[in-house]
């Protein structure tokens, strides 16, 4: 199988030594092969130096093109690489590695040579594309000069955010499919549910950490050598090879690390059921932010962003906290099941600090500390639209005292059906196929007063599934079995002719 094995350097910033020791890693392996095409497009942060777009073949550079200065922070810079790569080399398989500073989900400020930065809390927001362009310079703390997305670029004073980050894909040429195998970030803080939605539709699998990384990044030479020595490796074996030489590369440093790779064909349902979360914690907690304000102590956080929680971890506290609640502990295992199940698909962590680090974070933040130009722009994110979860955006809103409670919660319904696991249908399943039994029940005048059909298995709905059953002389257990439901189906039918 041909792969091609695309990294996206953006070195103009203080980590332009740790991109030189990076391809030096990949020139350090000798030979290549006829099924690996090594893509490269590097900037640097010598002024005096183009970037360079390249191939490394058998441990020398090759057809390399001067590409003048460019702003590594312009979506169109990426989209023109991968254009330039998908086209000029076909191949079977296609990885991307952003190379960069991360900062998730937080599109704070951009890092300058002179321990300046670039600050969108005095800027102006004024294109959904071109977000903080914009932007006065500000002195800020070391720990604040973390706070950016990727691909950060000093001299343009520019990174991508992560609509941008989307755009990128978006943006490629009609004629080129658009899928990539793998997208890889060797970046800090990326492994996060807001960022992989951004992504579903353009990759199978993404790769990142949920903490920071160390300088040097993955071990390409590594990486380099297994995909020459085994071309026709799965997706699967390759990305447990970037985990895999990660770790190996920094056992003796005994840094703190996580990596983790998640599949995207499940994310729209891990959204949904995210979503249904929210809208069951919303909807029985008035006041969900002092309900929940203790466990926020024993959440995983990660370095320098507090306010980034571990999804899983916090899924198990929040059960934990209403383990008597059957609808809030139901609308917790369905989350949990799909993101152990069906979503992550390796993920490894090290050191005690990062034992609860399950693989994917969120942005929870408990105080409104941020500015309005990024709420700005983590609003306009996919997960937060009417046909993401719109109900999680609510339910953030509310820990981080955004919003006063969104009174709306008690008249809508989760954004969309989610997957039933189970082949029954029971008090805490919700959607559109309980939505209709709803209806149906109402039909049949089954309890004296209409059900509310609003598309959730409550106590109401289950008492009049027990009332249904003991008239037709079914087991009378309240749950919506195959015999049930046929007997549902049968009387609509007859009232239908």
């Not at 990384?213 to 085994?230: C, F, H, Q």
């Not at 700005?376 to 994110?381: A, K, V």
Request: charged share 30%; proline share 2%.
């Amino acid at each position: 199988m041909k792969t091609n094995f695309m990294v996206y350097i953006a070195g103009d910033n203080n980590l332009d030594d740790a991109a030189t020791n990076d391809i030096l890693e990949i020139k350090s392996v000798k030979y290549t092969g006829e099924d690996l095409n090594i893509l490269i497009q590097r900037d640097y942060r010598e002024e005096s130096k183009n970037s360079k777009r390249f191939v490394i073949k058998n441990g020398s550079v090759t057809h390399e093109l001067e590409l003048g200065e460019t702003d590594t922070g312009e979506s169109q810079t990426l989209t023109e690489f991968l254009n330039w790569g998908l086209k000029s080399y076909k191949a079977q398989r296609n990885i991307l590695v952003i190379w960069n500073h991360g900062g998730g989900t937080l599109d704070e400020s951009i890092p300058l040579e002179d321990g300046t930065v670039l600050s969108p809390r005095r800027g102006n927001l004024f294109s959904k594309t071109t977000h903080l362009k914009r932007l006065e310079v500000l002195k800020i703390t070391e720990d604040e000069d973390r706070r950016k997305a990727i691909a950060n670029d000093d001299a343009a004073g520019n990174y991508l955010d992560n609509i941008e980050i989307k755009d990128v894909f978006e943006n490629i040429d009609n004629s080129i499919a658009k899928k990539f195998d793998i997208i890889g970030f060797d970046a800090c803080l990326m492994s996060m549910i807001e960022v992989q939605y951004q992504l579903k539709s353009y990759t199978k699998i993404i790769v990142g950490s949920e903490e920071l990384e160390p300088n040097n990044g993955w071990d390409y030479a590594r990486i380099v050598s297994y995909l020459v020595k085994n071309p026709n490796a799965t997706n699967e074996e390759v990305v447990n090879e970037i985990i895999t030489s990660y770790f190996d590369f920094y056992h003796l440093i005994r840094e703190e690390l996580t990596l983790a790779s998640i599949y995207t064909d499940k994310l729209e349902e891990t959204i949904c059921l995210m979503d249904f979360l929210a809208h069951t914690l919303l909807r029985k907690k008035e006041n969900i932010r002092h309900e929940i304000w203790s466990l926020f102590e024993n959440i995983q956080i990660f370095k320098y962003e507090n306010w980034y929680k571990d999804l899983y971890h916090f899924v198990l506290k929040i059960e934990e906290i209403f383990s008597s609640d059957n609808d809030i502990v139901k609308a917790c295992n369905e989350l949990k099941n799909n993101l152990d199940n069906e979503v992550i698909l390796i993920n490894r962590t090290e050191s005690p600090r990062l034992k609860n680090a399950y693989g994917i974070s969120c942005y929870l933040p408990t105080e409104d500390d941020r500015s309005f130009l990024a709420l700005e722009i983590f609003s306009l994110l996919d997960i937060n639209q009417v046909d993401g979860a719109p109900n999680w955006f609510k339910f953030f809103k509310q820990i981080a005292t955004i919003d006063s409670f969104p009174s709306d919660v008690y008249n809508t319904l989760p954004r969309k059906p989610c997957k039933i696991s189970n082949s029954y249908i029971k008090k805490g399943d919700s959607g559109e196929v309980v939505f209709k039994i709803q209806k149906d029940l109402n039909m049949l005048n089954i309890l004296d007063e209409e059900l509310v059909v609003d598309g959730i298995f409550g106590t109401q709905t289950e008492k009049a599934v027990v009332y249904f059953q003991k008239k037709y002389n079914l087991m009378v257990d309240g749950i919506i079995g195959n015999q049930t439901l046929e007997k549902i189906k049968e009387l609509i039918l007859l009232l239908q002719r």
